[in-house]
């Protein structure tokens, strides 16, 4: 695998997950968080009745738009992902409280991570994709969600769903259905597909 040396390649995230998947990749990146006022636009797609995917799509829109404009000859990534069972979406837990009420929702049930990813460059958006995992979770005891909530401590407040599949959270399931990488936040079989077509990536 060759990487361009022209485009430079942005990742408008402080994702910690989204960069070691680049990491792994292989891929020469840097790194720049987008601020967004992501709850006010997760509001609007579900005032507007959008789709998840839609909606999705629009936030990882707004994180690679804002960044694409300081570097209009970079290729600018921008990624989002929610989290919906049923009509209901969710959040990242506010507090332990919020997470143990969010596994016993999922306990016994089935959700779905979608995950939208864009590319920005020369002003426009030049990519985007859609992926969506689909995670079948195992009955779970209150002592099960107890043990485990003490075992992860406060980093399940930092990821949607209350769970890290790299991580303890693996035990939550019972079968999952899509690409590894979706579940983590960033679906890269598409991107690095993306990346060939636009000549980033050669070999």
């Not at 891929?27 to 720049?32: E, G, H, S, T, V």
């Not at 579900?46 to 209009?72: C, F, N, S, T, W």
């Not at 959700?111 to 030049?126: E, I, K, M, P, S």
């Not at 209150?142 to 990821?159: K, R, S």
Request: proline share 3%; no cysteine.
């Amino acid at each position: 695998m060759i990487q361009a040396a022209s485009p430079s390649l942005i990742l408008a995230s402080a994702s910690a997950s989204r960069r070691a998947l680049l990491d792994a990749a292989g891929l020469r990146y840097q790194a720049i968080p987008a601020a967004v006022d992501e709850a006010a636009l997760k509001e609007a797609a579900q005032a507007e009745g959008l789709r998840v995917g839609d909606a999705a799509v629009m936030l990882a829109d707004a994180k690679a738009r804002q960044i694409a404009r300081r570097d209009p000859e970079a290729l600018v990534i921008g990624s989002d992902q929610l989290l919906v069972m049923g009509e209901r979406w969710f959040d990242k837990p506010r507090d332990m409280a919020e997470a143990a009420a969010h596994l016993r929702a999922f306990s016994g049930q089935s959700h779905q991570l979608v995950n939208g990813t864009v590319a920005w460059r020369f002003g426009q958006r030049v990519w985007q994709n859609v992926a969506v995992a689909t995670l079948h979770v195992r009955p779970l005891s209150d002592e099960f969600i107890a043990a485990y909530l003490a075992a992860e401590g406060q980093a399940l407040l930092a990821t949607v769903g209350a769970y890290r599949l790299e991580a303890a959270g693996v035990h939550l399931f019972q079968r999952i259905e899509g690409e590894h990488s979706t579940i983590l936040g960033l679906a890269m079989l598409p991107l690095l597909g993306f990346l060939r077509q636009h000549g980033v990536l050669r070999g």
